[in-house]
């Protein structure tokens, strides 16, 4: 067992985070997110929400601060409310990025996002079901 570790994070997980490198990007994708169309890697999480997995991620990912937004996430059509979930990231962001690579998000249309997808190094399926929960973060270094 490793200390301080949280149990959210499963070893597999972990793994892929160490063996990551700069400008590798991992995906938290939602429930509805077509992840085995387009994963190189994947890793289920289906009980999990993103939020608690981001905040479990966050003490031990740095964020890419050679590029101006390592933080991208799904835009979402112009009838639509801008989604609540969007402030949770923004307040957890702001709450572990010590480095202050995080300024804003990168918004991308539905298909240049899952064109991203298609590079990750990972993706994460969670069980989150809210709407344009999904959110690419681009690895920095430490």
């Known amino acids: 067992m490793l200390r301080n570790i949280p149990k959210i994070l499963p070893p597999e997980l972990v793994k892929c985070m160490m063996e990551m490198g700069h400008s590798d990007k991992l995906i938290l994708a939602d429930a509805n997110f077509p992840g085995t169309a387009h994963a190189q890697y994947i890793i289920r999480m ?37 989604p609540e979930i969007w402030e949770t990231y ?6 572990y990025d010590t480095d202050h690579a995080f300024q804003d998000f990168e918004f991308i ?17 969670t ?4 709407r344009y929960a999904n959110i690419i973060l681009q690895k920095g270094v430490c």
């Open 46 to 82: 289906d009980s999990v929400e993103i939020p608690e997995l981001l905040e479990a991620i966050l003490p031990f990912f740095p964020l890419d601060n050679f590029v101006p937004n390592p933080v991208k996430l799904m835009r979402n059509l112009p009838t639509e409310p801008v």
């Open 90 to 95: 923004r307040t957890l962001l702001k709450k």
């Open 109 to 125: 249309d539905r298909l240049p996002f899952y064109e991203d997808a298609e590079n990750a190094f990972v993706i994460v399926q």
């Open 127 to 130: 069980g989150d079901t809210a």
